[in-house]
Structure formats: structure tokens, C-alpha cells
């Protein structure tokens, strides 16, 4: 089952750079048994997901993210650039800010399925603190709007949870393991593709790809065998894919919005 694109687009920056591990207690939101489904920690920010009983961060129908930004942009700019990023070749793709000013953004939007990606509706808060950017956001896979109960009930949940999980100043600090593993000297060898192998994979799992024009390796980042390696393909059609390599070979693709 493929990711939300909403989902792709918020842990792009985790993705480019080396992470590790953290641990934080997990909030009852609504209390139907959230749990940590992944947790992913580097010098710049961490990003905690969680899912319900019976679902993963591969397969779910409902998921809480939360986001910690350690050096914040505008609030302004990142949630045009999101907008913008989202609605991009969807013409189902419907936008409202609910309220928003000099530190806190509130948002919604929903679509029928785009880009591949499943239909979605999300509500996000976005907070500015002195010590860095707090995003928490709810998605389900529905098509349409949330229902009115649904939304009021996670909109009221978003007010009064914390800004997000575990304090900021536990991020990695320089010459601290994870800190270190941000150099590219540090990091695990990878296995090399051409770029005519990468295209012949990403057809393989079902993307469009009529020739590959170049591809370069972006980073690595945790993966259950091992650090995957990420490679960014351009194809002869103009789309562009982050590809995920486990270190047995194995691969699993998401298209790049234009």
C-alpha cells in the first residue's frame, strides 16, 4: 500500500540525512491504543509516527505524526511550499487554512487519490517555539472531507496536546554517535546501481519510466536490514524518483512531485 503523498513530502528532509533511533512516551490522543510505529531522530530534526492496533506505518488507515524542526523556516513560506506541493498536478486536491499568523498554522486538505498516492484528508498544526517547529497532523484514508464529529473531536485534540514528543534539547549534539554519522565518510558502503538498473526496477514495482536520463546517491537512512541507501532517478518523461535501496538489493520507489 502506498504512503499518502502529504507523507512523502513531510519526512523528505529525514530521508537526506543519516538518523537514529529515539524514545518518547506515546500520548493517548483519543485514546484507542496509539502506539510508536516509527521513530526517527538526526542533528537537524526528529519524527515520531503512530498508528493503531492491527496497522503499521506501511499499511494504516488512520496516523498521528509529529515533526520537530530544530532550525525553523518561516511559518509562511512552509506552508505555501506545502500547499503548493500538494496540490501540484491534482485536480482533486482541496486547501483551507483554518487559522494562521505569526506562530501557529492550522490546515486542512483532502483529495481523491493523487500521483499514485491513496486518498487522504489530514488536519495539521504547525507551531513556532524559541527553540524550534512543532508539527503534529492526523490522516485518514478517506475520500472527501473528515467527517464533522471526526474533525471537531481532532481538532480539539491538536489544542491540547503537547507541542510534540520529548524535549528539544535532547537532539544530537556535535561528536555525539548520530551527530557523526551525519558525515558521509562515516557512512555504511552501499550497494551501486546504474541507472539503467534503477529504471529497470522502478518498472519492475509498477512507476513509469520510458528511459533514465541520470541518478545519484542522496544519502542513507535506517532501514529494518540496514542502512538503506537513497538514490534520486530522473527519468526521460520528466519525473523524478526517490528510490530506497535495503542493503540485500531490494528496493521500493516514491515518485517526486514536480
Not at 207 to 231: D, H, L, N, R
Request: proline share 8%; glycine share 8%.
Amino acid at each position: 500500500m502506498k504512503p499518502h503523498l502529504s507523507m512523502w513530502i513531510a519526512g523528505t528532509l529525514l530521508l537526506c540525512a543519516p538518523s537514529t533511533s529515539v524514545s518518547a512516551q506515546t500520548p493517548t490522543f483519543d485514546g484507542r491504543g496509539w502506539t510508536v510505529g516509527n521513530q526517527q531522530k538526526n542533528a537537524n530534526e526528529s519524527l515520531t509516527e503512530y498508528v493503531l492496533p492491527g496497522q503499521t506505518v506501511e499499511d494504516w488507515k488512520e496516523l498521528v505524526t509529529s515533526t520537530v524542526f530544530y532550525q525553523p523556516v518561516p511559518l509562511d513560506k512552509l506552508v505555501e511550499k506545502l500547499r503548493s506541493s500538494l496540490a501540484s498536478g491534482c485536480p482533486s486536491f482541496v486547501w483551507n487554512v483554518i487559522r494562521q499568523d505569526e506562530r501557529t498554522a492550522v490546515y486542512e486538505f483532502h483529495d481523491a487519490g493523487c500521483g499514485g498516492f491513496e486518498a487522504t484528508s489530514e488536519l495539521d498544526r504547525v507551531t513556532i517555539e524559541k527553540d524550534g517547529m512543532y508539527r503534529l497532523a492526523y490522516a485518514a484514508k478517506v475520500k472527501g472531507p473528515l467527517a464533522p464529529a471526526r474533525r471537531k473531536e481532532w481538532l480539539e485534540i491538536l489544542s491540547q496536546v503537547p507541542l510534540a514528543e520529548g524535549p528539544v534539547g535532547a537532539r544530537p549534539q556535535p561528536g555525539t554517535p548520530a551527530a557523526a554519522n551525519a558525515d558521509s565518510k562515516g557512512a555504511a558502503p552501499f550497494k551501486k546501481f546504474t541507472t539503467e538498473q534503477l529504471v529497470a526496477e522502478i518498472r519492475r514495482v509498477g512507476w513509469a519510466c520510458p528511459a533514465g536520463v541520470k541518478s545519484e546517491v542522496k544519502g542513507q537512512t535506517p532501514g529494518p536490514e540496514g542502512p538503506m541507501t537513497i538514490w534520486l532517478l530522473e527519468c526521460s518523461n520528466g519525473q523524478k524518483y526517490a528510490v530506497l535501496v535495503q542493503p540485500s538489493g531490494a528496493i521500493s520507489a516514491f515518485p517526486q512531485q514536480q
